[in-house]
């Protein structure tokens, strides 16, 4: 018998709850989740000239952030967006998510630029956000709690995963005790667990060290792969960029707008060695020159 | 995990220096009292009001009870009143803005003050002390309640707010959970001052408790029955304060930084 909790991209079958085209109302999405683990349908997320302009308040001017961003994720896509700091990335994932919405501009999800965003976009963060009063296991469930999963069922799903994520025997553990590594896996089984069809990554390894990151982005590929979703990543690593994502958007700086977008032509998931792959090398060159601004010109 | 007699010797560890301090103090106070040859009337030696807290236990005794529980009452008064208060203050910008300028006023008439008229008001009885152990004691549990409420990080509202969490989840799950360590170190204010509150409202009027004893003793140049009573309330008050760390330890165990 299958895990509850894990779905297989081979056997997924639309979702009952598909948003294609129609509003889906809290309540209809709670029925969904409480009826247990749906297959992931696919989301498409598309941009279009979205901006974003914070309004002048008090003695600070307003504040112009995206310029114009318009960009596509397609059905089970891994698309990362890569840019300079403060180039409005983590803003355009907030917009996407739905904490913020747009000064202008068209976020639409399958077609629809209507569909309501918040609380159906799995949203990650780079600080790994975990109540430091709840457990491992309390923390994962997080999710599934707020949607009035029964609590017995949120447990049983987040523990068919737990092992897969690394987190066998510290169930019971409070985050204060945990790795940086541990805590960000945590963080995402918790992303995960509700099964939202598009999540969206705001560096989500921006805080560990060199080492944890490498080991993190090849398991995240692999998970990606069994579990597979329609994927936004912000980044400002070339080579987690390269590693993970089917295709690349360059953003300039702020105000940031999409510059490019790019192919990584390989198969996922990868591993490093596909680093070394002269396509790659010749892709991270292209990669550099773009953020650069200039070829050859080093960004300050 | 530490052993239990490991754990107890962390404790004592803790606490000598305070102990060594105090006891190094009363010697002080008991040798200067017997080498200057001061009268009992003027500053009883520390012996004499251990001998007196002996030989008036069952007068103090009464008196301490009916202490305690004008504490005790308005203690739990004050911490539902206050708890309920700072709610619907975090809850609605309307009413912080109409009525917290009135809660910080409250705090600015001396209860001194107050307490005769309440003495007017509603009688010599318990019932006009609890209210100004109340009054004096819901302030801090008031003003760190809402700041806890308030101190929930942003990006974790944000993060509950993808999960699709409702305003009232929120509250639940991250608000509330996020102002207890705020609200327990407003409640251990609260209990240090509940005391002096009771001893107040005693002093102004009542038949009984130990302010009323020490009012009474003090013009009779019954010193040393006033200085039983002064440990006895401090006693109280540190009790009452120490009951409010333990429960912190408990409740806070797995809070970061709460090795307090």
């Given at each position: 018998m299958p895990?509850?909790?894990?779905s297989s991209p081979a056997t997924a079958e639309p979702a009952s709850y598909r948003w294609g085209g129609a509003r889906i109302s809290q309540p209809a999405l709670r029925a969904s989740q409480a009826a247990g683990p749906t297959a992931s349908g696919f989301t498409r997320l598309e941009l279009n000239g979205v901006t974003k302009t914070y309004p002048a308040r008090g003695r600070r001017p307003a504040l112009d952030v995206i310029s114009d961003?318009?960009?596509?994720?397609?059905?089970?896509?891994?698309?990362?967006?890569?840019?300079?700091?403060?180039?409005?990335?983590?803003?355009?994932?907030?917009?996407?998510?739905?904490?913020?919405?747009?000064?202008?501009?068209?976020?639409?999800?399958?077609?629809?630029?209507?569909?309501?965003?918040l609380g159906l976009v799995a949203h990650m963060h780079q600080r790994d956000l975990l109540l430091p009063w709840r457990t491992v296991l309390g923390n994962a469930v997080l999710g599934l709690e707020l949607r009035h999963v029964a609590a017995t069922e949120a447990r049983a799903r987040a523990l068919a995963l737990i092992a897969r994520f690394g987190l066998?025997?510290?169930?019971?553990?409070?985050?204060?005790?945990?790795?940086?590594?541990?805590?960000?896996?945590?963080?995402?089984?918790?992303?995960?667990?509700?099964?939202?069809?598009?999540?969206?990554?705001?560096?989500?390894?921006?805080?560990?060290?060199?080492?944890?990151?490498?080991?993190?982005?090849?398991?995240?590929?692999?998970?990606?792969?069994?579990?597979?979703?329609?994927?936004?990543?912000?980044?400002?690593?070339?080579?987690?960029?390269?590693?993970?994502?089917?295709?690349?958007?360059?953003?300039?700086?702020?105000?940031?707008?999409?510059?490019?977008?790019?192919?990584?032509?390989?198969a996922r998931p990868r591993t490093r060695e596909a680093l070394s792959d002269p396509r790659v090398i010749d892709l991270r060159r292209q990669l550099m020159g773009l953020l650069a601004g200039k070829p050859g010109v080093v960004e300050a | 995990m530490p052993g239990r007699g490991r754990a107890l010797a962390e404790l004592a560890a803790g606490w000598l220096p305070a102990a060594g301090l105090g006891l190094g103090a009363l010697m002080v106070w008991e040798a200067a009292v017997r080498i200057f040859d001061v009268p009992r009337w003027l500053l009883p030696p520390p012996s004499r009001i251990l001998w007196e807290i002996f030989t008036t236990a069952e007068l103090l005794g009464r008196h301490t009870w009916i202490t305690v529980q004008e504490v005790l009452i308005g203690f739990c008064l004050a911490t539902s009143v206050g708890v309920v208060l700072a709610v619907l203050l975090a809850y609605s910008r309307a009413l912080e803005r109409s009525l917290y300028p009135y809660v910080i006023a409250s705090q600015t008439v001396p209860i001194i003050a107050i307490a005769p008229l309440l003495l007017v008001w509603v009688?010599?009885?318990?019932?006009?002390?609890?209210?100004?152990?109340?009054?004096?004691?819901?302030?801090?549990?008031?003003?760190?309640?809402?700041?806890?409420?308030?101190?929930?990080?942003?990006?974790?509202?944000?993060?509950?707010?993808?999960?699709?969490?409702?305003?009232?989840q929120i509250f639940q799950k991250l608000q509330v959970p996020s102002a207890l360590p705020y609200f327990l170190s407003g409640l251990k204010v609260a209990a240090v001052v509940a005391v002096i509150g009771a001893v107040i409202g005693e002093w102004v009027g009542a038949r009984g408790g130990l302010g009323w004893l020490m009012r009474i003793s003090a013009p009779q140049f019954q010193t040393s029955r006033v200085f039983a009573a002064i440990f006895i309330l401090s006693a109280l008050g540190i009790c009452l304060f120490l009951l409010v760390g333990a429960l912190e330890k408990v409740a806070l165990r797995h809070y970061p930084n709460s090795d307090r």
């Open positions: 895990a509850q909790g894990s961003a318009s960009l596509l994720v397609s059905s089970g896509e891994f698309v990362s967006l890569i840019g300079p700091s403060g180039c409005g990335k983590s803003t355009l994932l907030n917009i996407v998510s739905g904490l913020e919405e747009p000064t202008s501009g068209v976020v639409a999800l399958d077609g629809d630029p209507r569909a309501p965003r066998d025997g510290f169930e019971d553990a409070y985050p204060a005790h945990l790795s940086g590594g541990m805590r960000q896996r945590v963080a995402l089984l918790r992303t995960m667990l509700p099964q939202q069809d598009l999540i969206v990554l705001d560096e989500p390894f921006g805080a560990l060290d060199a080492i944890t990151r490498s080991g993190l982005q090849e398991w995240l590929g692999d998970v990606l792969e069994t579990d597979r979703r329609t994927t936004l990543l912000v980044t400002h690593d070339v080579d987690e960029a390269l590693l993970m994502s089917d295709r690349i958007y360059v953003m300039s700086k702020r105000p940031g707008s999409t510059v490019q977008s790019l192919q990584v032509p390989l | 009688g010599p009885g318990q019932a006009s002390k609890v209210i100004i152990v109340a009054l004096i004691s819901f302030f801090p549990i008031v003003v760190n309640v809402v700041d806890g409420l308030r101190s929930a990080d942003s990006e974790m509202i944000a993060m509950f707010r993808t999960l699709g969490a409702s305003k009232r």
